[in-house]
């Protein structure tokens, strides 16, 4: 089993790299000297020239490379052009920001995800199955900018009960949380509702029934937990794509998070900003992969074994 | 005397063996045709059976159907329905609510937003179908090609769509369109770009899946060459699953562009997407919330209509596609 | 009559059970009107063809009946105590101390994320407040008893860890654990190879002989006869003979018991034709408004068409040691058999 993990570890590595590799080819291939760019149109050809040499730009591509890889290793993204401070600790400070509403819009997704599939897989075909799976397929399909947007409208403008955006206080989370979390209830749900339902049917919930457990101690001891395996597994890839930076939320609601932060390096034009940001949510992701499978190796013994 | 006899003897037993051998072959290969023939009538039943058992099985998903023929229809009639000129400004009338001059109001430059929904409706749903299809393309080629040679090539396939899937989609895909630059064009190719991994693995999955069965076993052993197996079984019994990931897919497409638009990072004014109408008038979301929350409800509606098919067509032609 | 009375020394008596699923075509009578005995003891069987109801005549006793399914009507008499009667709450504590089940595939009726002791241990902890430590110590007893050797062992298993005839002794266990006074075993060995069918039906019989009444419930003929004392045929939803397992093997009245027999014993002595009942079991949505088995019963009479037959005696009207007498639904029974003993 540990062999599996590291082996899979490794592979977690090779991917990141191959996605360092990829950003900073991509990032690499526009036209233009980004000094240049940087400098504005009317800059002296001398200036640009110095800032080329400042950023580094007038080495050869694999050395900026190796500089840039070595520099990420060190917890090194080099200095934002746009912000002038180092990326590393601008994406520290936006990382708090997204972490907490990450968790919050998690925390959400799940409780109202998670009992809403039960109550629908239980009560199958009942109005309140059909009422929570229809509200769930609005939620898979609404833009996320929407749902921000119609929250803002009512619970901020109309009834005044959020701010309408910023992070002052704790109340300025809740509406991007529902907002960036409205989605993944809506999938956590329906795949509680399938899983549920699927494995009602199996027989060792007759058993559990057949030992005089009641329907509560059935549903929780024996369904949920079998049900949970492949809900544990959408979940933490959930989390590592919502702590990866919810671009719309952020931009909405004005949340400093990585994802505004990324938009911000576009709009600035800023590739190291931008390389950075990118990085890291690939990384979160990665990452948030492996755990995934290495939870389910963990909670599933049958795997566990055969691993 | 015996000698001669003998070596007619072998040269008899050779040229039967290699008859029956012939003859075996002869047989597999008819078999194989056969096989294949009946997989094809097969194929064109549930083709036409399809729409019946999709209606008695999911009536939402007929209704979805309508409602995404409805939206294409108003696309492609949208010079003849729209009750106004697609860019004419009126200043008099700016933000006016929905009435009777205005079905759905007017947006902050006195524009009909209607019309321009109509004629929105034609990028979006572009923007939609074709990226998909490109994606769609894309992903099957190098998923058949994957499963089917195996070894370095699919290793370096499947870890190229590992690292593509690494990213964020929304991420990538603003990085990717800062790497060429706004334009219509670009929009595709970066959500094709974006969506290919995805394909590519489902279908290499399948690949894998179908190069197990008899009647592809049964085309090698007849000597059909690997890339006649690739276009010939493969790809054709992945159709199911590619149809199902296309009407699955599409919204995801949708939902991206008009994310990129609501940015400001995928396509520019005076192009008209939903996306793009939604972003302009988020300023004005207090004072007209129609403005922005109308083409809004838009791409919800296109959004849902596309995943309720497309659940209806995976409960249809292939279960086994559920999660 | 009072209940206590008429269920005198019986260990479960169903009195004219009737359960139906409902579905979209209609009612589907899967049991009906049954009425069984089980005797304290003693091994009773059902035997009949998959889809002949005697599945859902265990479920039904359980309470475990699925939706569309539905008990409608008629009692089951528990120690004096009608099943049928009770809350879903009063029939979870009687399940699993007085009455418990083991089902056919013990591949799947264990649940796979749980270590197989924890899952003996949880039979006593939801019916008995008792320390982990005294659970542990009497499932480990327990395992031993069913025969699992190393059982301190295996209770640290995993289902997917154990062979199939291990996992169905663990389902043994977890079923005798609290001692029951009933242990409903539907199929116990279907899914088992036979050497090992033959160890679990001896540890069935033996469990019987310390007190435990068992009602069996298979389609295989071989198995009932191995250690059935008293047998119930259905068909289609309904009891159409019964008798102790003797004269049922040796008298059989009911053309639908000779036609099982016959074919049983094709199957045995190898015979160059396999004897089948020709026909197929009718559709529980559309019941022949007759005796059940007449479309397919060679001694059809005009009568079978058009009325069911009741259960009438097939022979004395005492069954031998205390057991029910031989009974039968055909209206052939009053004529004497002709030799028709296999």
Redo the contacts between chains.
Sequence with gaps: MLRNILIRLL?AV???L??AL??FI??R??PGNPAAVLMGEHADTAVIEKMTKELGLDQPVHVQLIHYLAGALRGDFGTSYSLGKPVSQLMASAFSNTLILALMASAFAWLVGIISGIIAAVKKNSILDHLFMGVS??G???????AA??L??FFS?KLKIFPIAGTQSFAGFILPAVALGWNSAGSVAR?VR?TLLEILE???I??????????M?VLI??AM??AML?VITMMAIQLS?ML??A??TE?IFSINGI?RL??QA??GRDIPL?QG??LF??AL??LG?FLADSLYHV????IR?EA | MKLPNRSRQIAEEFEKRQQEQENKQQESKQQANREYLKNQIAEEETFFTLIRRLARENKLAVVSFFVILLIILGAVLAPILAPYSFSDMDLLHRLNPPGAQHLLGTDEAGRDILTRLLYGARVSLLTGVVPTVMSMVIGAILGVISGSYGGWLDALIMRLADIMLAFPSMLLAMVIMYMLGDGLINVFLTLALVNWASVARIVRAQALQLKKTEYVEAARVIGVSRTKIMFRHLLPNCLPTLIVLFTLNVPSAILTESSLSFLGLGLQPPAASWGLMVNAGRQYLYMAPWVSLVPGAAIMVCVLAFNFLGDGLRDVLDPHLRK | MLRSERAGGKTLEIRHLNTSFFTMKGEARVVNDVSLDVYPGRITGIVGESGCGKSMTARSVMGLVKYPGKVVGGEILLGGVDMAALSEKERCALRGSEISMIFQEPMTSLNPLMKVGRQVEETIRIHEKVTRAEARERTEAMFTQVGISDAGQRMECYPHQLSGGLRQRVMIAMAMILKPKLLIADEPTTALDVTVEAQILRLMRSLCDSGTSILLISHNLGVIAQVCDYVYVMYAGRVVEQADTFTLFDHPVHPYTKGLLKAASSIRSDAARLDTIPGVVPDLLHLPPGCSFSPRCEQCMEQCVKEVPDMTFAGAQDGPAGLSAHLVRCFLAGVPPKGDGI
């Design positions: 592979q090779l991917v990141l191959g996605a990829l950003v991509m990032l291939i526009i397929l609005l898979v399909s609404m833009p996320v900018f929407m947007m119609v803002q409208f403008y795949l399938s199996e027989d060792y007759d058993t559990a029934r057949a030992k005089g457990r009641r329907q101690g001891l024996h937990r079998n492949p794509g990866s930076g671009v719309l931009t994802g990324a938009v576009i709009t931008l940001t990118v949510s690939a992701v990665i992969n909670l599933d013994p049958r074994k």
